[in-house]
């Protein structure tokens, strides 16, 4: 059984970062796809970064020179490092992984982008 747990999110000013890390309980996390999305008030979920098991990255336009996702197979981790961060980014961020056609999510950690 899988399981993700957000940690990280918080408030900073317009133009800071913050760090959020996923822990995932399981087996075989190398072997995982993983991924970060979000959902902002009265707005669908978005996927935002992912990461597959090889190390390679995909991002959304919006966050592109902005986050990076990485991650850490000693751990169990995934991390997404925001930087130069937009009131726009103001959001719940998500963990996300499949497997076996079955998804799996964390509960979310809140960004809040405000001066």
């Known amino acids: 059984q899988v399981q993700l747990v957000e940690s990280g999110g918080g408030l900073v000013q317009p133009g800071g970062s913050l760090r959020l890390s996923c822990a995932f309980t399981g087996s075989n996390f190398n072997l995982y796809n993983m991924g970060w999305y979000r959902q902002a008030p009265g707005k669908q979920r978005e996927w935002v970064a992912n990461?597959?098991?090889?190390?390679?990255?995909n991002y959304a336009d919006s966050v592109k020179g902005r986050f990076t996702i990485s991650r850490d197979n000693a751990k169990n981790t995934v991390y997404l490092q925001m930087d130069n961060l937009e009131p726009e980014d103001t959001a719940v961020y998500f963990c996300n992984t499949g497997t076996g056609g079955r998804m799996y999510w964390g509960q979310g950690t809140q960004v809040t982008v405000s001066s």
């Open positions: 990461i597959g098991f090889s190390f390679t990255t």
